[in-house]
């Protein structure tokens, strides 16, 4: 899964936006992060991160990082990329009232929302207050393109891939993407907490997906799995009661839920794959950037210190309602 979904959007606007990503060209426009924006940089000690990181980058020195050495778009400012519109669980709108301009849905400048949070923890590994960071609007196929960018590093739900990795450089991943199964709320499955209660239903998945093979290999059901051409296919089914649950990654299971089927509900999602080979996010970065060595660092450093996985834990686990699958 390399395209970026949709969640919580409104139907009129969904119909605006494909799902893979905004194909408008739109001028960046700055905004400047609130001085009180939360930053995560401590997470509890019972709490586990990703282990695995994309690829190995060489440790960058202290002093080489330290935020009067790192040579960003301005001076003393870290200017963060992303989308627009900025949608939960990634961005999330404002306690009350609208997102301010010229934000759409979500807002990044708020420190609230699994992507913000991220950004606002790497910020801070760099020496960067929530005071310094400068948001900026980039629609998602522009992030990785080739030539110059208006952003010293993007976040937007951008999968890593080699042809990306091809015209921009792309970080350690920051999450990994874990398969999740999507049933009707109205189903026994809901039930489900852990592998083993799973095993006496029926699902399905696209064939030729690694959500395939999480139900023969990690479910192991007693029945064989419905094989479906496309996600549609297996959303009518599921529809239509013909199987129990649909495996899919849980960003397809956010968009699913909130926009192709009614009364859905994530059961669960299950502990995320690592590895190099691994689906994962990565920030985004101007080819051969001067900050790319530092950025992986100060992921490495949420990861050791438990930042990263209390943020994917907040987000992704808890606020998003897609408890982990116990065995």
């Known amino acids: ?99 301010p301009a010229p934000w759409e849905l979500g807002d990044p400048t708020n420190g609230q929302g699994f992507e913000s949070m991220t950004a606002y923890a790497v910020a801070n590994k760099l020496g960067f207050s929530s005071a310094d960071v400068v948001w900026t609007v980039v629609p998602f196929d522009e992030s990785y393109k080739p030539g110059t960018k208006p952003f010293d590093f993007y976040l937007a739900q951008v999968s890593y891939t080699s042809d990306r990795a091809q015209s921009v450089d792309m970080s350690d991943g920051y999450y990994f993407v874990n398969q999740s199964i999507v049933a009707l709320k109205s189903d026994a499955i809901v039930n489900a907490t852990s592998i083993a209660d799973l095993k006496k239903f029926k699902f399905g998945a696209q064939q030729g997906t690694t959500a395939y093979d999480t139900i ?27 199987i129990d649950g649909l495996v899919v990654d849980l960003p397809t299971a956010f968009y699913i839920t909130a926009a192709q089927l009614d009364n859905s509900v994530i059961v669960g999602q299950f502990p995320a794959a690592t590895g ?19 950025v992986n660092g100060a992921l490495a450093a949420m990861k050791a ?23």
């Open 216 to 242: 023969n290999n990690v479910i192991a059901p007693a029945a064989a799995a419905s094989v479906y051409n496309t996600n549609d296919d297996a959303i009518s089914a599921l529809k239509a009661k013909q």
């Open 1 to 99: 899964m390399t395209r970026r979904p949709l969640r919580f959007l409104s139907l009129p606007l969904l119909a605006a936006i494909v799902v893979a990503c905004s194909t408008a060209v739109a001028t960046p426009s700055p905004t400047v992060a609130p001085t009180a924006a939360p930053v995560a940089t401590q997470a509890p000690a019972q709490t586990p991160a990703p282990t695995a990181a994309a690829s190995v980058a060489p440790s960058p020195s202290a002093s080489a990082c330290a935020k009067s050495s790192l040579k960003t778009l301005t001076a003393g400012k870290l200017t963060i990329g992303t989308d627009n519109p900025a949608y939960p669980p990634y961005f999330e709108p404002p306690a009350s009232g609208n997102a």
């Open 276 to 294: 190099a080979n691994a689906e994962h996010f990565s920030l985004v970065l101007a080819k051969g950037s001067p900050l790319t060595t530092c």
């Open 305 to 327: 210190d438990g930042t990263l996985g209390a943020i994917t834990k907040t987000w992704l686990t808890d606020e998003a309602s897609a408890p982990v699958f116990g065995q």
